[in-house]
């Protein structure tokens, strides 16, 4: 597994036991769950920067539910195709890992598909690192900033970005030429039945991070997921929601109305494109 950087010297971090040091003296200690904490505070932007606890936790319960099972084999099937014939072990870091659930999946398929893998997932959020830890004892977690990633320069074989933030240099930067990026983001029906119980003008986001990437990118495939899948209880509702923004963005009305429901028809509609690094 490639080596850390130090995130305030940039210098290699050395792992000894449950500790990481770098030839400057900076140190780092490791959680008793087994990541590593490489966000400086002057890289937070809150003292509890990322999702918090609760969100985490609903978020773990909705996908263990496995509504979203169909889009991970979708992304393992892409990502493993892409990386088909790579004699060497492969660097994955899945950027933005959040709880895990995608990682973990990514982590089992591509040692099926027959790839020596070694996957470091990275997340701003300490409580999603920490339920992160019990996706898989044999990946790396980190607690980091993707805004500097702490890993060196041109050592990454591929990159996942999943409903994630955009940092195209930092992710550039970190990449091997011709290193490839999996990327997910929502199409603009994703769990529109869910939006319309919560705002009265829902409206398609026009967002499209591919413009974003062009100068660091080449597209090689766009796919796009898209089925149907029913919630049968209140409290899958509520799970789903308790995951996402729109938790707090309720109006009264508006919660009063969800928490009525008994049973929710939803969409999911995710846009994933392969790109490589020019």
Avoid at 140 to 166: H, K, M, N, Q, Y
Avoid at 177 to 190: E, F, I, K, Q, R
Avoid at 239 to 266: D, F, I, N, V, Y
Wanted: aromatic share 6%; hydrophobic share 40%.
């Amino acid at each position: 597994m490639m080596p850390l950087v130090c995130p305030l010297c940039r210098e290699p971090l050395e792992e000894q036991p449950r500790q990481l040091r770098c030839s400057n003296g900076h140190s780092y200690d490791q959680a008793r769950q087994g990541y590593w904490n490489l966000l400086l505070v002057q890289r937070k932007r809150s003292l509890d920067p990322g999702d918090n606890a609760a969100m985490v936790q609903a978020r773990r319960a909705f996908l263990d539910q496995g509504h979203y099972a169909p889009l991970s084999q979708r992304i393992n099937g892409l990502l493993a195709g892409a990386l088909a014939g790579h004699d060497e072990a492969v660097e994955l870091l899945d950027l933005g890992c959040g709880e895990g659930y995608y990682s973990a999946r990514m982590e089992q398929a591509l040692c099926a598909a027959g790839l020596n893998v070694s996957l470091t997932g990275l997340d701003i959020s300490k409580h999603a690192v920490r339920a992160a830890c019990q996706r898989s004892r044999t990946a790396r977690w980190l607690v980091a900033s993707g805004a500097d990633i702490p890993l060196p320069p041109a050592s990454v074989d591929a990159i996942t970005l999943l409903f994630s933030r955009l940092m195209p240099e930092s992710m550039a930067k970190v990449l091997k030429p011709g290193g490839l990026l999996l990327l997910a983001w929502p199409g603009d029906a994703h769990l529109i039945e869910l939006r319309r119980h919560i705002y009265s003008d829902v409206r398609p986001s026009g967002y499209d991070p591919l413009a974003q990437l062009q100068a660091h990118f080449s597209l090689e495939q766009q796919h796009r997921v898209q089925y149907p899948f029913t919630l049968t209880d209140s409290d899958s509702i509520q799970t789903l929601l308790g995951m996402t923004p729109h938790s707090q963005r309720l109006a009264p009305e508006a919660r009063t109305s969800l928490h009525a429901l008994t049973q929710l028809g939803l969409t999911l509609d995710v846009n994933l494109a392969v790109l490589k690094r020019l």
